[in-house]
């Protein structure tokens, strides 16, 4: 645990001494919830459509498949076209692109990172290494298995793949979501404790709360 | 007092053609951006997209009762600006709530979102909230004197601080606007309109790469969706003030949708010429160049 982590007494301005533990008071430690949909399925299946046309991307490289995501911006590839951009903030994304090969240390903060998203909200697995390690297999510092720790709706194989095929990637996540698929969040808050046990099996220093957002 | 209730269902009728043409504005600009860097850019009807989706967000966080606040009191800037001053001239359908001293309060409306979203941005606690907060107010402060400057002067040149009595002396004629019978002023007005409407030079408020996304980071679903309205709302708000003041307003829809669309055309023109300003920068060259020309205006006046 780091010491900046520690619970502490600390002494304001005014002389008033108080205790502050950060891991209680920066983060909220309530588990995620299964949430549901809106009742009246036309109304669904309309927020369907919405999430499908509107796939807002948090520009997270993880891996060398970064490289392949930034070309889609450029006049060559143009993803603006299909309603998919990208979002500098996890709050206001709906998509986390694992691009590649992803180390234990940049796990815990895309861990982080996901948690702050808001549900519903989707994953894609860019490369081999997301399936199954890749040129990575025997890494000691790589996660082999993305699906172990995320919830992935969709991975886009090959080392790596082109731009298109990332834009063929997104074409399949809109009809996942508009047929009702992409119910990811839900998923990871039903085997929330499945999850966590695989993420802290990996990451030895775990000094952030089970769940923050 | 007498005061007649039909003004305001008339009130909410424009309100909802301006959200509309919004939405639809500023996709448009957006477009224009794209295909200057060679690209198609989003479809048309994306903003409408993006606001349905994020109004259909299941999950949503708070960090206190500023954060709700913040996208309200934006989204009310952006609506009291538009309500408060008559979009059609001679029309009394369009004609809004305007009253005889409406000036001051738009120049107060102006300034209102951008303060609401300073406390909501400030309780989200987050750091590159807070250094797009501070940045934001410096600009838009520096940007809003010689527009105040340039205000002063019409009502000074016209002896009124009505908006209807503006728009009325400027009939008659392309000649009888402001934009020919007072230059300075809409000369600083329109280098000031450059610094509110978060195009670069002047965007380092939300600074994508650097600050992501500045004050409204921590903002997301149906917050950001308020947002998203106001950002339709509170662009064509602002260019209908300038038309009235300096454009000799509008007295139907057509000539309303041409104007507000010219005057958007300007800030989006320079802002794909030119590159972004530092906040310092961006403060000095209003002072130097803007600041000035408002003032000349008013002394020739």
Redesign the interface.
């Known amino acids: 645990m780091k010491e900046e982590l520690l619970k502490r007494m600390v002494k304001g301005p005014d002389g008033v001494e108080f205790e502050i533990e950060p891991l209680r008071d920066y983060y909220?430690e309530a588990a995620p919830t299964v949430?549901?949909?809106?009742y009246i399925k036309i109304v669904e299946d309309?927020?369907n459509w919405?999430?499908s046309?509107?796939i807002w991307i948090l520009g997270f490289g993880t891996g060398c498949g970064a490289i392949e995501m930034r070309p889609l911006m450029?006049?060559r590839f143009?993803a603006?076209?299909y309603?998919v951009?990208w979002?500098?903030?996890p709050?206001?994304a709906?998509l986390f692109i694992i691009s590649g090969y992803l180390s234990t240390k940049t796990l815990k903060r895309a861990i982080r990172a996901y948690e702050q998203m808001?549900?519903?909200k989707y994953v894609i697995g860019l490369g081999s290494c997301t399936i199954n390690g890749g040129m990575y297999w025997d890494s000691y510092n790589t996660i082999k298995r993305l699906d172990e720790y995320l919830p992935v709706d969709l991975y886009i194989a090959g080392c790596m793949p082109r731009p298109e095929a990332l834009l063929a990637g997104f074409v399949d996540l809109k009809k996942l979501i508009r047929a009702g698929k992409g119910e990811g969040?839900n998923l990871y808050a039903e085997k929330f404790e499945w999850y966590k046990a695989n993420q802290k099996r990996v990451i030895h220093d775990w000094d952030m709360p089970d769940y923050n957002? | 007092m007498q005061f007649d209730w039909m003004k305001i269902p008339y009130a909410f009728l424009t309100l909802f053609i301006v959200v509309n043409y919004g939405f639809l504005l500023t996709a448009l600009v957006q477009k224009i951006g794209?295909r200057v860097?060679?690209?198609?850019?989003?479809?048309i009807w994306?903003n409408y997209?993006?606001m349905?989706?994020n109004y259909?967000?299941?999950?949503?966080?708070t960090h206190g009762t500023m954060f709700y606040l913040g996208p309200v009191f934006r989204l009310s800037g952006g609506v009291g600006l538009l309500l408060f001053v008559p979009s059609i001239y001679g029309s009394y359908m369009f004609s809004n709530l305007s009253f005889a001293g409406d000036l001051i309060l738009a120049l107060y409306f102006v300034f209102f979102g951008t303060l609401g979203m300073a406390l909501g941005a400030g309780e989200s606690g987050h750091p590159h909230a807070a250094i797009g907060v501070s940045r934001g107010l410096s600009q838009v402060s520096t940007a809003e004197l010689p527009f105040a400057l340039a205000v002063f002067s019409v009502a000074l040149q016209y002896q009124t601080l009505s908006v209807t009595d503006i728009v009325a002396a400027q009939q008659g004629g392309i000649l009888n606007w402001t934009l020919f019978t007072n230059p300075l002023a809409v000369a600083a007005a329109m280098l000031s309109f450059l610094g509110s409407m978060m195009r670069p030079p002047f965007d380092v408020v939300i600074a994508?790469?650097e600050i992501?996304?500045g004050p409204?980071?921590?903002?997301?679903?149906s917050y950001?969706a308020l947002m998203q309205t106001n950002r339709a709302i509170f662009p064509v708000a602002k260019i209908v003030i300038y038309m009235n003041l300096f454009f000799g307003g509008a007295d139907n829809w057509p000539t309303f949708f041409l104007k507000v669309f010219v005057i958007y055309l300007w800030s989006a023109f320079v802002g794909v010429v030119f590159p972004r300003f530092r906040v310092d920068q961006s403060i000095r060259w209003f002072l130097i160049w803007a600041v000035p020309l408002g003032v000349l205006s008013i002394v020739l006046v």
């Open positions: 909220c949430m549901h949909g809106a309309m927020f919405a999430r046309e509107s450029t006049p143009d603006y076209r309603g951009q979002r500098p903030t709050r206001q709906n808001q549900s519903p969040a957002w | 794209a860097g060679r690209r198609r850019g989003i479809p994306q997209v993006d349905i989706k259909g967000q299941r999950s949503s966080i994508p790469q992501p996304i409204p980071t921590e903002y997301h679903s950001l």
